[in-house]
């Protein structure tokens, strides 16, 4: 039963922060520790295949949320006669140039990220650098140009592509990047999001599937339980979360989430330095 809950509280964690600007990364530090490490079943190879099957379950909650826009995105959904009027629609070609800055970044330097940048103080940085992007967007309230997802253009998808780069250092966070970087650009802080959670749905995908192919030696009969409960919590609370914080947004902007990176951040350099 340990096991169990312990597959709950990180998935949790993951549906909780995963798409939040809060750094997951971040959270599990923490979490990870506190749970994972005390738990000797668990060796370092189970834990990374677990981390990749919570991931999944945020990545089809934010699929499910968005699946009118995936089908719109992949030309299977019939659109009304209001939407064709409409005019612009987000088209695949711009959620690919907003993926092409970092993915080309990721491959490139994957191997250094991995082995020099995951550590608790590049990881409190990162959060505290963050933060400070995030109140830069808030103080700068630059005139809105792009009132939502469907106005973008592809100057703004490839200018929020390049500060995507910025989430490849841990701590940092993909959608507090984007964001920032969305409205910094013009966007509002609604268009910002949604482009930033519909970019994430293929490059957490690809990244989730190369990862499930490196472990599958470890998804045994004798885990299972624990990476399915994992799952479905991830599942849910990202439901949760990503409904919450798109209704919210909009409201407190990003200031109240920097200071709450500020503290995590403070939190972490305090406990492991």
Request: aromatic share 12%; proline share 3%.
């Given at each position: ?9 990180l998935g949790?964690?993951e549906g ?7 750094s997951s990364t971040?959270h599990?530090i ?9 738990n000797?079943?668990f060796?370092?190879?189970?834990a ?9 379950g945020s990545?089809l909650a ?6 009118k826009?995936?089908?719109d ?6 659109m009304k006669?209001?939407?064709r009027k409409s005019?612009?629609?987000l088209?695949l070609l ?6 092409v ?5 990721g ?5 250094y990220i991995?082995e020099?940048?995951f550590s ?9 650098i963050g933060a400070?992007?995030m109140i830069?967007a ?11 997802v469907d ?14 780069c910025l ?9 507090g990047?984007t964001?920032s970087?969305?409205?910094?650009l013009?966007m ?13 749905i293929p490059?957490?995908a690809?990244?989730t ?5 490196k ?5 045994t009969?004798?885990v299972l339980?624990?990476?399915?409960a ?8 990202a439901l949760i979360?990503i409904?919450?914080?798109?209704k ?19 939190i972490?350099l305090?406990?492991y330095?």
């Amino acid at each position: 039963m340990w096991e169990i809950f312990v597959a709950i509280v990180l998935g949790l964690v993951e549906g909780l922060t995963e798409f939040a600007p809060v750094s997951s990364t971040g959270h599990m530090i923490i979490v990870d520790d506190l749970l994972f490490k005390s738990n000797e079943l668990f060796g370092s190879e189970i834990a990374n295949a677990f981390k990749v099957v919570i991931q999944l379950g945020s990545i089809l909650a934010v699929a499910i949320i968005f699946w009118k826009r995936i089908l719109d995105l992949l030309g299977l959904r019939k659109m009304k006669s209001v939407e064709r009027k409409s005019g612009n629609r987000l088209s695949l070609l711009k959620i690919f140039v907003g993926l092409v800055p970092a993915g080309i970044f990721g491959v490139l330097f994957e191997g250094y990220i991995d082995e020099h940048l995951f550590s608790v103080k590049t990881v409190a940085i990162g959060l505290l650098i963050g933060a400070f992007l995030m109140i830069a967007a808030d103080k700068v309230k630059p005139r809105i140009k792009t009132a939502t997802v469907d106005d973008i253009t592809y100057k703004q998808a490839i200018g929020v592509g390049l500060i995507q780069c910025l989430s490849l250092w841990p701590g940092f966070s993909r959608s507090g990047s984007t964001i920032s970087g969305g409205v910094l650009l013009g966007m509002s802080y609604r268009a910002a999001a949604d482009f930033t959670f519909i970019m994430a749905i293929p490059i957490m995908a690809g990244a989730t599937l190369l990862k499930i192919i490196k472990y599958w030696s470890f998804f045994t009969p004798d885990v299972l339980p624990f990476f399915i409960a994992g799952f479905i919590s991830a599942f849910i609370f990202a439901l949760i979360c990503i409904r919450f914080f798109l209704k919210l947004i909009e409201k407190i902007k990003l200031t109240p989430f920097a200071i709450y990176r500020i503290v995590l951040a403070a939190i972490i350099l305090f406990i492991y330095l």
